[in-house]
């Protein structure tokens, strides 16, 4: 134990030291956005809603304006600081005024603190091209949060270079409280007031000036906990989940619950607990870059190791970067699979006389407590499985969470002034094991997305993207949306 702890102060003395920020100027920037949609059927096409971040709208006619504002500076040699801010109003979205980021981060050489809501990308994956994470995506708005992490990979001293690191852990709240009341329909429960927990740690193995070859992985968890649970039409909560300092580290090491939780946070993890394995290879071959990766995803202990045997369900994926040329710059193909759910069947040994436990049933995304996992009627993970936002009913719950599906992405750009993206996704639905669809349900989601930034406007681009839906999940949607974007640099220059 002693030599571990030596090591841990060697590598954090060390890396304190080989690891600067690199001096940089103070800047100022800017970003005025405007986007509109226009289409038919009885959503939005999804590739028009999914993965932007939250700021965007399942209803046909939709619209917003943006202004955003980023500053940073370097405080001295070692410590850095930024902030930002990004305001919405939009028309037919969940909410006319959206703060979509507000955020101060604080780095000191390689470790930084950020404070406040901000846009985050999946990890190991492209946020351009990919379907998305299973954990955490860019499918929801960002959850207002304090995140201590290492960002950007750290070499741990003595390896020469072959081992990095990287990792966060953070506590947030959910803001969504008046859309749940507003969306659930009476009889149909809503929790409000549920505090967040997310950690993850990720290593990469590889030194690329020696070997082209790199390996990536690690584990991301995620947690909802505290709040309170109404049924709609009722004004007093039917369960009031504590929030004591206790309860804070019962997310960050999952344990149980005590008697002032439901029988089933004592029996199990006090709150809703998701999370995933990644594992990643990159290949650099001159010009050519390509990666496999795969993530397994997991809703409980069942299916983070190999309690139930070999994993079943998971996200595999290819990326292709190509040589530069005119015709495609990256192209993504994408598999996934949450029909399994570690089996159809789920025991709580406490509620009966057999004592043996079986956890299965896994029912992913969606949990009795919290309802889902979901912000603002978007699920925060893969939106191939569709958040609440598409139900009519009223319900927070996701209705077909064991998906087969296949997702295309390529992009590529003609000329400097001109780039395009093209998304093809194609899923098979079996609902829920609890409520599972009277027959296979399908659904085909496509988008084509072309910007044009002239280098006579700079600053500008425009976005022009077509999308359309079929099948029986979503339905039959067409759509186009227009975006128009300025960016520039208020102030540029060094301290």
Known sequence: MKKIQLFLLQF???SITQHTNAQLPVKTEYTVEMGGTSGKGTYAPMWLTANRQGLSSANTENGYLRAGIAHTMPLNQHFGFSAGLDLATAYNFTSSFIIQQAYADLSYRWLNLSIGSKERLPELKNSKLSSGGMVESNNARPIPQIRLEVPDYVAIPGTHKWLHLKGHIAYGRFTDDKWQEHFTSIGNPYT???LYHSKSLFAKVGNKEH???EFEGGIQMSAQFGGDQYIAGQKEPVIDMPTRFVDFMRVLVPMAGDDTTPEGEQVNIYGNHVGSWNFAATAYLNRWKVKIYYEHYFDDHSQMFFQYGRWKDGHIGLEITFPKNRFIDTFVYEGLGTKDQTGPMLYDSFW??????ISAKDNYYNHYLYQGWQHWGMGIGNPLLPGPIYNKN???TFISNRVLAHHIGFCGSPCQSLSYRMLLSYSRHWGTYDNPLNEIKKQFNSLFEVTYAPQQLKGWSFTVSGAMDR???LGNNY???LVIRKQGI??????
Do not use: A, H, R
Request: charged share 20%; aromatic share 6%.
């Open 211 to 213: 070997f082209p070859v």
């Open 471 to 473: 099948g029986s999940i």
């Open 394 to 396: 009223g319900q927070i």
């Open 12 to 14: 954090l003395l060390i």
């Open 490 to 495: 208020i102030k540029s220059g060094n301290k």
């Open 479 to 481: 759509g186009g949306m």
């Open 192 to 194: 409000t007031d549920v």
């Open 352 to 357: 009966g006389k057999f004592e043996e436990q």
